[in-house]
């Protein structure tokens, strides 16, 4: 396939699993519900970063590392299912009532780029998908790491479009969103979901 074809290729591949409902997903939606459109967007490009330090470990030989080491992929396996369960638990047992203050939004907004990152960067199956996923679309002959950085860059290019959509989509209904019960509703309901991703991490196998 010529240069283009393998970045249209790319593209659509990339479209089609950013779609795919996943945990990035419900973070996004959940915050844009619960803490506005703000801190979703912060979410959102805390993840779109812990995307992107992905792809600079994959394209300098760390992805490939955690691709081959039983143990480097376990640690980091247990360390982000622990982490999503922490969450998740929190969320479960500590939902919120209410949004914070307008004026105060500055820390909350800090924490939530930090959890979507952290969300992404401690997943090891963002770095194995991108070890065995990106390969296939670069062309033989061409810089390694030019075009890792190039097809990574197209794959959050595509989750930042997806997350404005998702928060755009939550403004119409943004009055009944806001509401107490819903609020905690939300929280409990993006909880169990992250014990349950956490719960597959902890379980998945290569």
Same mark, same amino acid.
């Given at each position: 396939?010529?240069? $283009?074809? @393998? /970045? *249209?290729?790319?593209?659509? +591949? =990339?479209? %089609?699993?950013? #779609?795919?409902?996943?945990?990035?997903?419900?973070?996004?939606?959940?915050?844009?519900?619960?803490?506005?459109?703000?801190?979703?967007?912060?979410?959102?490009?805390?993840?779109?970063?812990?995307?992107?330090?992905?792809?600079?470990?994959?394209?300098?030989?760390?992805?490939?590392?955690?691709?081959?080491?039983?143990? $480097?992929? @376990? /640690? *980091?396996?247990?360390?982000? +299912? =622990?982490? %999503?369960?922490? #969450?998740?638990?929190?969320?479960?047992?500590?939902?919120?009532?209410?949004?914070?203050?307008?004026?105060?939004?500055?820390?909350?907004?800090?924490?939530?780029?930090?959890?979507?990152?952290?969300?992404?960067?401690?997943?090891?199956?963002?770095?194995?998908?991108?070890?065995?996923?990106?390969?296939?679309?670069?062309?033989?002959?061409?810089? *390694?790491?030019?075009?890792?950085? =190039?097809?990574?860059?197209?794959?959050?290019?595509?989750?930042?479009?997806?997350?404005?959509?998702?928060?755009?989509?939550?403004?119409?209904?943004?009055?009944?969103?806001?509401?107490?019960?819903?609020?905690?509703?939300?929280?409990?309901?993006?909880?169990?979901?992250?014990?349950?991703?956490?719960?597959?991490?902890?379980?998945?196998?290569?």
């Amino acid at each position: 396939m010529t240069v $283009a074809d @393998n /970045l *249209l290729a790319f593209t659509l +591949a =990339a479209t %089609l699993l950013t #779609l795919t409902p996943g945990l990035d997903t419900a973070l996004v939606l959940r915050t844009a519900t619960v803490e506005g459109k703000r801190q979703a967007l912060r979410a959102a490009l805390g993840i779109n970063a812990g995307c992107l330090l992905w792809g600079a470990a994959v394209a300098f030989g760390l992805g490939a590392l955690i691709a081959v080491s039983e143990l $480097a992929f @376990n /640690l *980091l396996k247990y360390c982000g +299912a =622990a982490y %999503l369960a922490w #969450l998740g638990v929190h969320m479960l047992l500590r939902p919120r009532r209410t949004f914070a203050p307008a004026g105060t939004d500055a820390k909350p907004g800090a924490n939530w780029f930090l959890k979507g990152m952290l969300g992404n960067v401690l997943n090891p199956k963002v770095g194995i998908f991108y070890v065995s996923f990106l390969p296939q679309f670069i062309p033989q002959g061409q810089p *390694l790491v030019a075009w890792t950085f =190039a097809l990574v860059s197209i794959h959050v290019m595509l989750g930042l479009i997806w997350s404005l959509l998702l928060i755009g989509a939550t403004r119409s209904l943004s009055g009944v969103l806001r509401r107490e019960k819903v609020i905690q509703w939300m929280d409990r309901t993006t909880g169990m979901i992250f014990v349950l991703f956490a719960a597959r991490l902890a379980l998945s196998r290569r």
